[in-house]
């Protein structure tokens, strides 16, 4: 039987312009006093000879740093795109799922929609009618339906985008990393409806930060590095070598990073503390700190510092955010100087984990830095007994339960 999909040599080449001319007056433009110099540009190559086959029914994870190529390739494959060189042959019907709202139209209602959508995926409105109910239940939008979409928030559009997508029955089916905008009911929910595709002997290709799910959903991943195909092959052997190599988003495990000059957004450093001493090795029960330095052009008035810590499959553990607590961070404007965030024992065993920043103000993000920091726990005998909890039953631990015995008679 004939692949699904074909990709043979794909290259995709991005022209860009460096603008060397300075800034020129109104009045220098019209009287053409200084002459325009020619823009100066150089080719950025996204993407570079890439190569492989997709199977009928088969689930393909594909994974790497941001930056790699890999919405790229989604895009090509969708035929947003056309590649610079080689050729894809698609044998079945594609629906994408790469940005929130993709397909969409804000002033139209959520009914009209799902039509509109469907009708994009090439779908019959027989097709639609048949499946419109359970699109609406598994999205939990029963209650919008005749509203505008410019009034549902991400998520609600997220919901309703993935549920035309997946109750559509496509014969492929491509999710960009938009998985992560919803909250982890909806997650849940979204992975357990494409292993039901899977089975329905439909092809899904899927790309996420979330290893656990990759390993999970797909039999196979592809790893792209700087835009080549890095390793290719069951899904648990390329995340082990993606894992394992330098080519993955977190720093040298020193506990802190510095921004280059060229970065452009607010934060300019970021520190992992252990009991007050900066380093990229913890151990468990100790005080955790992070301090995020920034300098915004703006003041912030409600300055918002969230923190994911995943493990080494980049399953998120712990997800905190000061905007969740009490109390303002600070009753003044700042310009420039650091959010700082003490988790008083740190619950995690030993092992290795990363750091997701997201650095904002009021309900906004201004910048997410993912995978920041690699850091290290080493084990530590921090209870009185000496003893560690059992690491095989919990993900993390809580050391501070108060255990006591009363003897009394049974209540009747």
Same mark, same amino acid.
């Given at each position: !039987?004939?692949?699904?999909?074909?990709?043979?040599?794909?290259?995709?080449?991005?022209?860009?312009?460096?603008? #060397?001319?300075?800034? $020129?007056?109104?009045?220098?433009?019209?009287?053409?006093? !200084?002459?325009?110099?020619?823009?100066?540009?150089?080719?950025?190559?996204?993407?570079?000879?890439?190569?492989?086959?997709?199977?009928?029914?088969?689930?393909?994870?594909?994974? %790497?740093?941001?930056?790699?190529?890999?919405?790229?390739?989604?895009?090509?494959?969708? =035929?947003? #795109?056309?590649?610079?060189?080689?050729?894809?042959?698609?044998?079945?019907?594609?629906?994408?799922?790469?940005?929130?709202?993709?397909?969409?139209?804000?002033?139209?209602?959520?009914?009209?929609?799902?039509?509109?959508?469907?009708?994009?995926?090439?779908?019959?409105?027989?097709?639609?009618?048949?499946?419109?109910?359970?699109?609406?239940?598994?999205? %939990?939008?029963?209650?919008?339906?005749?509203?505008?979409?410019?009034?549902?928030?991400?998520? !609600?559009? $997220?919901?309703?985008?993935?549920?035309?997508?997946?109750?559509?029955?496509?014969?492929?089916?491509?999710?960009?990393?938009?998985?992560?905008?919803?909250?982890?009911?909806?997650?849940?929910?979204?992975?357990?409806? !494409?292993?039901?595709?899977? =089975?329905?002997? =439909?092809?899904?290709?899927?790309?996420?930060?979330?290893?656990?799910?990759?390993?999970?959903?797909?039999?196979?991943?592809?790893?792209?590095?700087?835009?080549?195909?890095?390793?290719? %092959?069951?899904?648990?052997?390329?995340?082990?070598?993606?894992?394992?190599?330098?080519?993955?988003?977190?720093?040298?495990?020193?506990?802190?990073?510095?921004?280059?000059?060229?970065?452009?957004?607010?934060?300019?450093?970021?520190?992992?503390?252990?009991?007050?001493?900066?380093?990229?090795?913890?151990?468990?029960?100790?005080?955790?700190?992070?301090?995020?330095?920034?300098?915004?052009?703006?003041?912030?008035?409600?300055?918002?510092?969230?923190?994911?810590?995943?493990?080494?499959?980049?399953?998120?553990?712990?997800?905190?955010?000061?905007?969740?607590?009490?109390?303002?961070?600070?009753?003044?404007?700042?310009?420039? %100087?650091?959010?700082?965030?003490?988790?008083?024992?740190?619950?995690?065993?030993?092992?290795?984990?990363?750091?997701?920043?997201?650095?904002?103000?009021?309900?906004?993000?201004?910048?997410?830095?993912?995978?920041?920091?690699?850091?290290?726990?080493?084990?530590?005998?921090?209870?009185?007994?000496?003893?560690?909890?059992?690491?095989?039953?919990?993900?993390?631990?809580?050391?501070?339960? #108060?255990?006591?015995?009363?003897?009394?008679?049974?209540?009747?």
């Amino acid at each position: !039987m004939k692949p699904i999909l074909e990709i043979q040599g794909i290259s995709k080449r991005f022209r860009i312009n460096h603008e #060397t001319q300075p800034y $020129l007056s109104l009045r220098e433009s019209l009287s053409g006093w !200084m002459r325009r110099s020619p823009a100066v540009s150089e080719d950025f190559w996204a993407l570079r000879d890439i190569s492989f086959d997709v199977q009928r029914g088969e689930s393909v994870g594909v994974i %790497g740093k941001n930056g790699a190529g890999k919405s790229t390739l989604l895009k090509i494959l969708s =035929r947003i #795109t056309p590649p610079t060189r080689g050729r894809i042959l698609v044998r079945g019907r594609v629906a994408s799922l790469l940005e929130v709202g993709t397909g969409f139209h804000p002033e139209l209602t959520g009914r009209e929609n799902v039509y509109l959508n469907g009708s994009m995926l090439g779908m019959r409105k027989q097709e639609i009618d048949r499946q419109f109910d359970a699109i609406v239940a598994f999205a %939990g939008t029963e209650k919008f339906l005749d509203t505008p979409l410019k009034h549902y928030s991400s998520g !609600m559009q $997220l919901r309703l985008a993935f549920a035309v997508a997946a109750f559509l029955e496509p014969e492929i089916l491509i999710i960009d990393e938009v998985l992560a905008v919803g909250d982890a009911e909806f997650q849940r929910k979204c992975l357990g409806k !494409m292993e039901d595709v899977t =089975r329905s002997g =439909r092809t899904i290709l899927f790309v996420s930060h979330n290893m656990s799910a990759i390993t999970r959903m797909c039999s196979r991943a592809l790893w792209i590095d700087q835009g080549k195909l890095a390793y290719s %092959g069951p899904s648990e052997e390329t995340v082990r070598h993606y894992l394992g190599s330098s080519a993955t988003d977190a720093t040298d495990p020193a506990g802190f990073i510095v921004m280059p000059e060229s970065h452009q957004g607010p934060v300019q450093r970021i520190e992992l503390l252990c009991d007050g001493n900066v380093t990229g090795t913890l151990y468990m029960g100790c005080q955790m700190e992070v301090r995020v330095y920034f300098q915004s052009k703006e003041p912030l008035d409600s300055p918002i510092l969230g923190l994911i810590v995943k493990d080494s499959q980049q399953s998120p553990l712990i997800g905190v955010n000061n905007k969740h607590y009490s109390g303002a961070m600070t009753e003044k404007s700042l310009r420039a %100087g650091y959010l700082s965030a003490r988790i008083p024992r740190l619950p995690l065993f030993e092992g290795q984990y990363s750091l997701d920043v997201h650095f904002g103000n009021g309900f906004h993000d201004l910048e997410v830095l993912r995978d920041c920091i690699r850091f290290a726990v080493e084990p530590a005998a921090f209870t009185s007994s000496g003893l560690l909890p059992d690491k095989e039953i919990n993900r993390v631990f809580i050391d501070n339960v #108060t255990w006591s015995a009363h003897p009394t008679d049974i209540p009747s």
